[in-house]
């Protein structure tokens, strides 16, 4: 597991406390290497890896580089007690991408975490049940599990999502933490533009990605816990997605998962075979059908297409109406692929498809094709079992061994992602100035309440003053003077505190306006914002337990 950060000098006084003894290197940050029963996290300047078991352990030991005589064993439990006051004060919720991708995992790791679209708003439900998570999104595809979480508490809530992560695959923690990867706030944001950009694809600058990242806005709108910070990214990362597709061209001469899946097949199959090569495309989905496109691209005029039900492979005949695609039930898949020289298969089975026994039971493939059956699965869980590798009439290749087609043209689309990098740092920088802005909301809040409870207790010793038999009509000429009153007063704060985060001058006089505001009116002495709202979640766990 490997996250980006530096431990600055201040930051280990608040981590070690009540070390007197505590020796801080001169240089603006530390080296650390962190050691505790079945654990070994080793800090470094901008990464942190860790290795360790899903056992807790009560002591640390905290040992800096170049002088073990400063080891010290301290009890994880009071470093926590004593730095929560000032975490919760001065830490402002953070955005953190906890996932796994295809430069990562291997498949047999993603598909065990791999969550069905159906099943998007249950997961945001329970990430957002969690203690210190807030707002929440799942992007599963083929090629990744990425959890995208507000936290009230970085480390808190990290724990608090792997932990629901080996809970809900069954993978234990410590093997999660051996393939996934951790970003925070610009580091995620930028991520997440990446990817929507088709930067961090398998097949660079491929375009399905910024679909997929679409569709967790549609799954995502009206459920509880995908919230503005959350919404508020990936609405920017699709502006992204496109922006970089428009001005750089990346998406020209570059493959989606599909169209590489079909070159892989021409690749492996002999170049003799390429015309007459039986095909079968099992699955007629958004996958199937873009390599059903990507066939007849290759001069394919004949397939067969095994689905569930013909009205999609009806509708796909229509729209290629000069080839010829011949439509299977699925149950008739075994006899299909026994009549094939090539199987793609792009179901969204959560079982194979085709294990050692079903293949091997299937007539020879014809000497053209080196009397050897060929299967690119697609699918992520896998539609075809590792097993069926294991016979030498069958060659079998996932999406991670697509790797060999992406090599093509990989210069152009190199060149064509550094200007598309340029377009992402840009765009970030907007978007934390955006989310910058929001920073004031609270203080806002604080102003306005700290306003309103004023002008009550005023109001009502003035009602008190003008004695009992006043009217309704007075009353609320009075109430009604004591909001215009206020409303005035706020006005010009309150034109201060806002800001659209577009302009950096501004933004940079907004939070200095907001800091004057809360030391004027001592805001900050109210409990914090992040305090109120972990408070209010564990009141509510616990009503629900």
């Known amino acids: 597991m490997a996250v980006s950060t530096t431990f600055s000098g201040a930051k280990l006084d608040t981590l070690l406390p009540k070390c007197s003894s505590f020796s801080r290197s001169s240089s603006n940050s530390t080296h650390l290497s962190v050691f505790g029963k079945n ?13 360790g078991s899903n056992s807790a352990s009560s002591d640390v030991i905290v040992k800096i580089d170049g002088d073990s005589s400063n080891a010290i064993t301290l009890s994880a439990l009071e470093q926590l007690k004593t730095s929560a ?63 995208y979480v507000v936290a009230l508490s970085q480390h808190r809530g990290v724990k608090e999502v792997t932990e629901w992560m080996s809970k809900t695959s069954s993978v234990p923690v410590s093997e999660l933490c051996e393939h996934q990867f951790l970003l925070y706030n610009k580091d995620a944001t930028q991520h997440l533009f990446e990817v929507s950009a088709g930067l961090d694809s398998l097949v660079l600058g491929e375009g399905q990605i910024l679909a997929q990242v679409k569709q967790v806005v549609k799954v995502g709108q009206g459920v509880n816990g995908f919230g503005r910070n959350i919404s508020g990214l990936f609405k920017h990362a699709i502006t992204v997605g496109k922006r970089v597709r428009t001005e750089t061209n990346i998406a020209a001469g570059a493959v989606s998962v599909s169209s590489a899946a079909v070159e892989l097949a021409f690749m492996k199959l002999p170049e003799a075979s390429h015309h007459n090569a039986r095909m079968l495309v099992i699955g007629a989905g958004k996958m199937g ?40 039930p699925l149950s ?55 097993c069926v590798s294991d016979l030498e009439s069958a060659k079998v290749y996932n999406v991670d061994d697509l790797k060999e087609v992406v090599a093509a043209n990989k210069e152009d689309r190199l060149r064509k992602a550094m200007e598309a990098h340029a377009i992402i740092a840009e765009e970030s920088k907007q978007f934390e100035a955006w989310r910058d802005s929001l920073e004031t909301v609270p203080t806002i809040k604080k102003l306005r309440a700290y306003a309103e409870r004023i002008r009550l207790a005023e109001l009502e010793k003035c009602l008190g003053k003008m004695g009992d038999d006043i009217s309704k009509k007075t009353r609320r000429a009075v109430d009604d003077l004591s909001r215009g009153i206020v409303n005035k007063l706020l006005h010009g704060p309150m034109q201060h505190l806002r800001c659209d985060g577009s302009d950096s001058r501004t933004l940079s006089e907004t939070l ?12 900050e ?16 766990n616990q009503k629900d337990i």
């Open 39 to 51: 654990r070994k996290t080793f800090i470094h300047r901008g990464v942190i890896r860790c290795n």
């Open 85 to 147: 006051a000032d975490r919760y004060t001065k830490e402002r919720s953070s955005i953190v991408v906890i996932g796994l991708s295809v430069h990562t995992a291997p498949v047999e790791m993603r598909e065990k975490l791999a969550i069905p679209e159906a099943e998007w708003p249950r997961a945001i439900a329970e990430l957002c049940s969690l203690n210190h998570i807030e707002e929440a999104a799942v992007l599963s595809t083929c090629n990744r599990m990425e959890i």
């Open 289 to 328: 059908k873009l390599v059903i496109k990507h066939l007849v691209a290759k001069g394919c005029t004949k397939m067969v297409v095994a689905n569930r039900t013909e009205e999609r492979v009806s509708a796909i005949r229509e729209e290629l109406k000069d080839v010829e695609i011949i439509y299977k």
């Open 332 to 386: 008739e898949m075994l006899t299909c692929a026994g009549e094939a020289d090539v199987i793609f298969t792009s179901t969204a089975s959560e079982n194979p498809l085709f294990l050692k026994d079903h293949v091997m039971d299937l007539p020879p493939a014809i000497p053209d094709v080196g009397s050897c059956r060929f299967f690119i699965d697609i699918s992520v869980p896998r539609n075809v079992g590792s």
């Open 512 to 523: 200095e306006n907001m800091h004057a505001l809360n030391r004027m009116f001592s805001l």
């Open 525 to 540: 002495t109210e409990i914090s914002v992040l305090e109120q709202k972990i408070r209010a979640k564990v009141e509510q």
